[in-house]
């Protein structure tokens, strides 16, 4: 009777995608390896490809662009076939690859319209040949399983030197490795036709055994429900058959399914929530779906799907992606020759599209890891947190953004209910600190004492800064500059992405000879399709900066180590230049970034992969300086503001310090950010502290500040902002000590106050892009309207605009210049002195100028406004009425709503009809 057993997924219908939905632009790889050749994150996919140029693997989204489209971009990950790769359960932009280099390597991939990183977080060298598997563990952060020629290794990608364990070596080549579901077991399935199955913490040989495969040809191993492995192969006859085991005994099969004879592996898929297995045969056309029962192991055959073109690989896509309001319980993508093909399996239901079927979607595993490798391998057992896939009940990570949400309306007083600062008596009207800029007079209901408050608050919000609220919005569409083709968004991750001044913003695009155009930010609008007249710059553009006191030289690093110096006519240009001012050249390898000083004109500085720092005089056109100490590649230079030292931040994990006129060695060295994906510096609070922005250990992007006078002595303090692949370009305004931060493909940009003691940081509202924007440059402090309160305008650059950002204090008493928020600032668009004169030992400083316009009074000389107390009038409190008296009120109320009493009612005027008519 249990082939009439209920089941919930029996009618379960896979429905192919239109072809529109179809990832286009692929080229399937080779087919002659171990793994799926495809494999999906909730954000990303990657596949096997033989695009030319050794170990490719193709890379796309789960959802198409903003734009409808499907973008597919390459990476080349390794000198040899790709044969295996795997995403981390745990991180939706990690993934592993292995290769016949003997390689494994770990990447973190960003959005395919962007350029991916070209050198792996960690290269695993384990010497044991060929890497044929790799595979994550389900329950543990960092923890590897790889698969050598007949070698099973572990490895915690946080010890790179050895691996964890080498398991007992296989007498022939590995073909399959799969991870029970809680992580304790591994098994592996392999050509000498054996079955293992290891407990790699007890001990490193096999704990179960069996000759389970009648066939040396490709096979597969699963874990399904509970203890049941799954196996693909062939039997004696070349027939592809499909067995279930039990882990705990494998001596025999419990249930055993034939499916036809042909060449092609079977690679299964099983989703643990359902019991659905997903069989799809290489290079078949058929995609079988069948349920796993486990009350008495059989397998249930639910539906036959027939492809429109044969299969090179298929993967699931995580649980979270799926349109659960539509019964979608598991969706697949196909990987055939040109595109990838998804197929939904759904379970036709009432209501489907309006409301959630619980018992279709139990909890499932989560995306935080339950432990650390070294937890797991000292014997913890812990298992991955499940969460709810009911869209109401989805856990919501709370964002640094609702965080401020959150204490924005604590501050305002709007979450008066659930605020801890809440009493009866305050909730009906919340009070307001004195110093509240709202302009609303305070209530009249008890609150707080003062101490309390305070305590309250400053617990809750931290300390208090006037640019908590700072708010960020795009201005309007009549500023931008439109229609931009060809822009380069590839630019190398030391680059900027463009550049900006008063007058001109300078753009790299992406044609042949590193050409850059130029822009007038006076002339916004849509740029004409064709003859645009640009720099040609004859290389490939490194790095690219305005001189600070010439709105019209532009200094450009090229790849062949050169620098020139480009002139651009007044008025913008009219044609295309082929001839720099002047050319640069002591480097003798690329360059990667250069700046120019703050203070004394004509002097520029460049770092390169020759490990060197150079200083130019732009007046001579001669090097000057050559700075050495640097072991490894210089992420970033920044002159302090008195433009006396330059400070480096390397490769190498060390931030240095440079006195250039005294010494080519650094002056001071400490240690800097542990990651080794990139950072950048800027000098903050008045030049006594160095802000660093990189990456930790762990990858994640932190910030990091140190002491200038104490700079051995590591970071005073740092804070941990996300994870993400780009590196957080720095803005400083040493006016208001804000640091505005983003990276190049970012959507948010972070904002903190920096303060010379603790906290240190203090965060204040992020603002939020409307897409992903590929570089965010500052223009100078004049650029600011005091009038709406701007306190930075910056330029956003997208994939064929520039638009002005700004950034605004929110004010009350605008008509008031705010001079709390604007100190006189320096005349930076001004040299303090000549280059010469810096160089022969002079030093200098900027003048200073008032931004407050003549027609403004300054906000601290504004008239003070006496609070105005609302109030009812005393005989509203004073006088006494009797019962009879508020009864009287009352009825005279009602009556007077209903009307006279003595009036007839209106049916009493109506005729009505003859007795004698009711007899008919």
């Not at 302009?439 to 400053?458: C, D, E, M, T, Y």
């Not at 060295?669 to 950072?679: D, I, K, S, T, W």
């Not at 570089?775 to 600011?784: D, S, V």
Request: glycine share 8%; hydrophobic share 35%; with cysteine.
């Amino acid at each position: 009777m249990n082939r009439f057993r209920t089941s919930k997924f029996k009618n379960t219908t896979p429905k192919i995608a239109k072809t529109e939905e179809w990832i286009g632009n692929v080229h399937g790889g080779s087919i002659f390896s171990q793994g799926n050749h495809i494999k999906a994150s909730s954000k990303l996919v990657v596949f096997s490809t033989d695009q030319a140029g050794g170990g490719m693997l193709g890379l796309s989204s789960v959802k198409p662009g903003t734009d409808g489209q499907w973008r597919v971009t390459h990476i080349s990950c390794h000198s040899e076939l790709v044969c295996d790769m795997d995403f981390s359960p745990f991180d939706e932009c990690l993934l592993v690859t292995c290769s016949g280099d003997e390689t494994a390597k770990l990447w973190c991939l960003c959005d395919p319209e962007l350029e991916q990183p070209s050198e792996p977080e960690l290269t695993l060298h384990p010497g044991q040949g060929k890497l044929e598997l790799v595979l994550f563990h389900p329950t543990s952060s960092g923890l590897l399983a790889l698969g050598a020629t007949n070698s099973l290794l572990l490895w915690d990608t946080s010890r790179q030197d050895a691996p964890l364990a080498v398991l007992e070596n296989h007498s022939d080549q590995l073909q399959s490795l799969s991870w029970k579901q809680d992580g304790s077991l591994l098994a592996s399935s392999c050509k000498d036709k054996m079955l293992r199955v290891f407990d790699p913490r007890a001990q490193l040989t096999a704990v179960q055994s069996t000759k389970g495969l009648q066939n040396n040809k490709d096979s597969r191993i699963l874990w399904t429900k509970e203890d049941l492995l799954l196996t693909t192969g062939f039997d004696m006859m070349r027939s592809r058959e499909v067995r279930l085991w039990d882990s705990r005994k494998l001596t025999s099969s419990i249930s055993s399914l034939s499916l036809g004879t042909s060449k092609g592996t079977v690679m299964p898929l099983f989703d643990d929530d359902t019991g659905l297995l997903i069989l799809a045969g290489m290079a078949d056309t058929v995609i079988d779906c069948f349920e796993v029962s486990t009350s008495e192991p059989v397998l249930t055959q639910v539906s036959h799907c027939l492809t429109e073109a044969s299969t090179r690989g298929v993967c699931m896509v995580p649980k979270f992606e799926l349109d659960v309001m539509s019964c979608e319980v598991m969706r697949i993508l196909q990987l055939t020759d040109n595109h990838i093909v998804p197929i939904s399996y759904q379970v036709p239901r009432k209501n489907s599209g309006n409301d959630f079927h619980a018992d279709l979607y139990p909890d499932t595993v989560g995306t935080t890891a339950a432990m650390s490798a070294d937890e797991w391998w000292q014997g913890g057992n812990k298992q991955v947190e499940k969460v709810s896939l009911n869209p109401e009940k989805r856990p919501k990570t709370q964002t640094t953004n609702q965080i401020t949400a959150k204490k924005e309306d604590l501050a305002r007083g709007c979450s008066t209910s659930s605020s801890p600062l809440s009493t009866p008596s305050s909730s009906a009207v919340p009070s307001r600190s004195p110093s509240s800029t709202s302009g609303l007079s305070s209530g009249f209901v008890p609150s707080p004492s003062p101490s309390q408050s305070a305590k309250a608050i400053h617990n809750l919000l931290g300390p208090s800064t006037k640019f908590r609220h700072i708010q960020g919005s795009v201005m309007h569409r009549d500023s931008h500059i439109t229609n931009i083709k060809g822009i380069n968004l590839t630019t190398p991750g030391e680059c900027d992405g463009f550049c900006v001044n008063s007058k001109l913003v300078a753009v790299p695009l992406a044609t042949s000879g590193g050409q850059i155009g130029v822009f007038e930010r006076s002339k916004p609008g849509r740029q004409p399709d064709t003859n645009v007249p640009t720099i040609q710059n004859s290389v490939n553009v490194a790095d690219l900066c305005w001189d600070p006191f010439n709105t019209h030289c532009l200094a450009v690093a090229g790849d062949d180590a050169k620098i020139r110096v480009w002139l651009v006519p007044e008025g913008g240009l009219v044609e295309t230049l082929t001839e720099p001012e002047l050319i640069l050249q002591g480097h003798t390898e690329k360059i990667y970034s250069i700046k120019f000083h703050p203070l004394a004109s004509g002097l520029l500085v460049s770092s390169s992969y020759d490990l060197t720092v150079r200083l130019w005089n732009l007046e001579s056109g001669e090097e000057v300086k050559v700075l050495s100490g640097h072991e490894d590649q210089v992420f970033g230079m920044a002159w302090s503001p008195d433009g006396k030292l330059l400070a480096t931040v390397c490769k190498d994990g060390k931030v240095r310090i440079y006195d250039p006129r005294k010494s080519a060695t650094p002056v001071q060295e400490g240690p800097g950010p542990e990651g080794h994906r990139g950072a950048r510096i800027v000098w903050v609070c008045e030049g006594k502290y160095l802000l660093v922005s990189g990456f930790n250990s762990q990858s994640q992007r932190g910030l990091y500040l140190y002491s200038v006078g104490s700079l051995s002595s590591g970071a005073v303090s740092n804070v941990n902002v996300d994870v993400a692949p780009s590196i957080l370009i720095p803005f400083y305004d040493p006016d208001t000590s804000l640091a505005i931060l983003t990276g190049k493909g970012d959507t948010r940009v972070h904002i903190y106050e920096l303060v010379p003691e603790s906290p240190y940081f203090i965060e204040c509202s992020n603002f939020n892009t409307p897409e992903p924007h590929k570089g965010l440059t500052f223009l100078p402090k004049t650029a600011c309207n005091v009038q709406e309160v701007e306190i930075a305008v910056a330029l956003m650059l997208t994939k064929t605009t520039i638009e002005p950002v700004a950034f605004k204090v929110p004010r009350v008493k605008k008509e008031f210049f705010q001079d709390d928020v604007y100190p006189e600032t320096a005349i930076c668009w001004e040299p303090a002195l000549t280059g010469s004169a810096w160089l022969a030992g002079s030093n200098g400083q900027h003048k200073r100028m008032s931004l407050k316009p003549k027609d403004m009074t300054p906000v601290s000389e504004a008239p003070k406004e006496a609070p105005v107390r609302k109030y009812m009038p005393s005989s509203y409190y004073l006088e006494e009425k009797t019962d009879e008296q508020k009864k009287e009120e009352l009825l005279s109320a009602m009556v007077a709503k209903l009307g006279n009493l003595d009036d007839p009612l209106p049916q009493e005027a109506f005729e009505g009809v003859d007795d004698d008519e009711w007899d008919d």
